[in-house]
């Protein structure tokens, strides 16, 4: 089973992506830093830079994607990256 995730480098993310690959899952995981996600998570994973604020870095994932499937599809998507919300409205690089 091959499963897109985010949110996967750190509380109940990586909780769900450990319990995925113990059944056996193949994970391509969007990491904003992919050089800090915790060791244990490299095993059957496949980790990609994801800056869900930066629309080339979607773009750069999305190829990733694409790349890590071959001719396969995506069989579960797992979308659990977080958002920092506060009182000041701002815009990405993107004008979003």
Do not use: C, H
């Amino acid at each position: 089973m091959k499963i897109v995730m985010t949110g996967a480098t750190s509380g109940i993310g990586l909780v769900a992506a450990n319990v995925l690959l113990e059944d056996g899952a193949e994970l391509m995981i969007g990491a904003r830093s992919p050089a800090a996600a915790p060791a244990g998570l490299g095993r059957g994973a496949t980790i990609a830079s994801l800056d869900l604020e930066r629309l080339d870095s979607v773009r750069s994932f999305a190829a990733a994607v694409e790349e890590w499937l071959g001719d396969a599809v995506i069989n579960q998507l797992v979308l659990n990256a977080g958002m920092q919300v506060g009182d000041v409205r701002q815009r990405t690089e993107d004008g979003l």
